[in-house]
């Protein structure tokens, strides 16, 4: 408990952005298009009950599967406009687009 | 107990019913149709028809399972070991016995060391222990598929894909869930593309081709994901074959096409359904009450005339 204030805390101190979240759901990312600042943490969480990956197209970020309820964060530094799919089911694509 | 339809799926011999159409063999419910084979020209009987008695007295009998998800534990099968063992009893309790069983992939659910084991241990129980196997994508979701190629792929080629003769018939396993590319579809590959092409052309046209993979060959539904990009090349490779059938799984349902000499069909999974294409917002596990489960899954029964280049399909449910 005390960690989570600590952190929380110096996160609100050092101006931090506010994490942004992508959901998986029916075969899809949702949204499509999620635009964060640098720095900003990505949660994405499966929904589905079919395991799914997050995985950039230049490999830049790369998930390990993801069963039910499970998440994966990755906190983008470099401005840029990522594609990425999951690789086992890849008609599942999206963009990640840091400014 | 199971259900049967006795329906005429199509007879081109001698009405050429939609040749080229989108056929779906006894779709849900249904079971016990036969499709049989002839010089490349598919016929169906219903089941317990004198002809259909007839072609079952064919030279090689083999069984395709499909999509054991063993590991998955939600709606509607939570337990999908029981389904598989239900599978391997309607397999071992059939009139004759097969003499190999093909498993079309998605053996496992997360390609975990313990989900691979239970079907092994569960798969022992059959009267054919002879199995030949092709991964799903959820058999190689780890390590590039290391664990399924060292399981069941060890003398294979590239990343599983081998070929195998049984009574004349060429039996061509391919590999189409692996380096899948962003938007697309199931892929062969290009080493896989060239290697088919090397191992077909010593065979002569009138030699029986049977080729079995996970992801459809053929275009069911794209828009989600149920097909494979480059298929067509692969299939130009077996043009000049009289008689050639593919064998999927992947959709968890039982679909069939016929195109020039070339039969496609998928089969059931062992473990849960899944919606028709575009009848839902997206592929994955139906949610089917309890008392409907088994009859919307099941084994697919195959019986080659040796001489008559008859293949006789059977699918039934686990009712």
Known sequence: VCLFAVGATTLGAADAPQPAEVNIDNFSFSPATITVKAGTTVTWTNRDDIPHTVVADDKSFKSRVLDTGEKFTFTPTKPGTYAYFCSIHPKMTAKLVVE | ?319
Request: glycine share 10%; proline share 6%; aromatic share 8%.
């Open chain 2, 1 to 319: 107990m199971a259900q049967e339809r006795d329906v005429i799926l199509f007879d081109h011999n001698h009405d050429g019913i939609d040749r080229r159409g989108f056929l779906k063999c006894m779709a849900w419910a249904g079971t016990g149709a036969l499709c049989i084979m002839s010089g490349g020209v598919l016929k169906s009987y219903s089941l317990g028809s004198p002809s259909a008695q007839k072609a079952a007295k064919g030279e090689l009998t083999f069984v395709q399972i499909s999509d054991s998800h063993m590991g998955f534990n939600k709606p509607a099968n939570p337990d999908v070991a029981a389904t598989l063992k239900a599978a391997i009893d309607k397999i071992n309790a059939l009139p004759h016995a097969p003499e190999f069983m093909l498993h079309t992939g998605d053996i496992s659910h997360l390609s975990k060391a313990e989900e691979f084991d239970n079907v092994d241990q569960i798969l022992k129980s059959a009267r054919a222990t002879d199995v030949h196997f092709v991964p799903g994508e959820h058999d190689v979701l780890e390590e590039n598929g290391a664990t399924y190629r060292e399981r069941y792929a060890k003398n294979a080629k590239g990343d599983g894909w081998y070929s195998f003769d049984k009574n004349g018939v060429h039996f061509i396993g391919l590999v189409n869930v692996m380096n899948l590319k962003p938007g697309g579809l199931g892929t062969l590959g290009n080493e896989q593309l060239e290697w088919l092409e090397d191992n077909v052309k010593p065979l002569s046209a009138s030699t029986p081709i049977i080729v079995f993979a996970h992801i459809p060959l053929w275009s069911v539904y794209p828009e989600w994901g149920w097909g494979t990009d480059d298929s067509a090349r692969a299939l130009s490779y077996l043009k000049r074959f009289g008689s050639v059938s593919v064998l999927n799984g992947h959709i968890h349902q039982i679909m069939q096409k016929v195109e020039g000499n070339v039969t496609f069909h998928t089969a059931c999974s062992t473990a849960f359904p899944q919606p028709k294409p575009g009848t839902a917002p997206s592929p994955g596990p139906m949610k089917v009450p309890a008392e409907q489960l088994r009859g919307l899954l099941g084994i697919t029964d195959v019986t080659f005339a040796q001489g008559k280049h008859a293949l006789a399909v059977t699918d039934s449910t686990l009712e």
